[in-house]
């Protein structure tokens, strides 16, 4: 007889999450190539639709900075955002047969996919940089430190989102029409197609309550020498991340078994 390996929890929880990223991915992108290719196309149709409108209009967005990226720095954390968001109402209802195993957990199922939108956005985002700089679209680069800094807070953040959004979807099925409405307007006030410098000082005020523009604000001037966000805030950034991680946890924590025996 072959002696019973022990393993760790912490051996456990990485194979159940290696487990569950491999489901998201072929769930996600299917069996078809274009599925993947996707994961390219969304930002770059946003980032050609906005160009082309504003070029039409005449406008340069930034000076020193192609508008092709000025848009991708925006477009790219927003999508992870809007992804994250949208998987977390779902998470409990698509893994609900999952979770007849004593190990698999609806936390698991929140962090595989949040996972999973994360390492597609750094992907697209560096991506498009690389084929952007191919055709000559460049601008010079500033400071990798705050990019890693500013994204793994935003990480913590969009987390925190998805495990709060898990527990409402959950509690109110009908959450899932709403959130869409929740999304939109979110775009276009978190700074994805604009600086917020470009914005009257007046109205600095209400949207600077907004993470989410800092974090772009941030990302633009970790992305480019020349973008100055002089309006940004690392320390509320962080704030609101901490807040928003620690709101979900607890959130999910008080309801983790009503999230199972729900149905």
């Not at 929890?9 to 999450?17: E, N, S, T, Y």
């Not at 409990?92 to 994360?118: C, H, K, T």
Request: glycine letters at 8%.
């Amino acid at each position: 007889m072959h002696p019973t390996i022990q393993r760790s929890p912490w051996r456990i929880q990485r194979d159940v999450i290696h487990a569950l990223l491999i489901r998201e991915m072929k769930t996600r992108f299917g069996k078809w190539r274009l599925g993947y290719a996707w994961v390219l196309l969304e930002p770059a149709m946003h980032i050609m639709v906005l160009a082309t409108i504003f070029s039409l209009l005449g406008r340069e967005f930034y000076p020193g900075i192609p508008t092709l990226l000025f848009m991708l720095g925006g477009i790219a954390p927003f999508i992870f955002f809007s992804s994250s968001f949208g998987k977390g109402v779902a998470a409990v209802e698509s893994n609900r047969g999952l979770f007849n195993y004593r190990q698999l957990r609806p936390f698991d199922a929140v962090l595989s996919r949040v996972l999973l939108e994360f390492a597609i956005y750094v992907f697209s985002l560096v991506t498009l940089l690389g084929i952007l700089a191919w055709f000559g679209v460049v601008a010079e680069f500033n400071d990798f430190l705050l990019l890693v800094v500013v994204n793994l807070l935003f990480f913590g953040f969009c987390f925190g989102v998805s495990l709060t959004m898990c527990v409402v979807g959950t509690k109110f099925p009908e959450a899932s029409k709403f959130a869409p409405m929740i999304v939109r307007p979110l775009y276009f006030i978190s700074g994805v197609f604009f600086s917020l410098e470009q914005v009257p000082q007046e109205y600095h005020g209400y949207l600077s309550w907004n993470p989410l523009l800092h974090m772009i604000e941030l990302t633009r001037e970790g992305l480019f020498a020349s973008y100055h966000g002089m309006f940004a805030n690392l320390p509320y950034l962080a704030t609101s991340s901490l807040a928003m991680l620690a709101f979900g946890l607890l959130v999910y924590r008080s309801q983790w078994r009503d999230l199972v025996r729900s149905q």
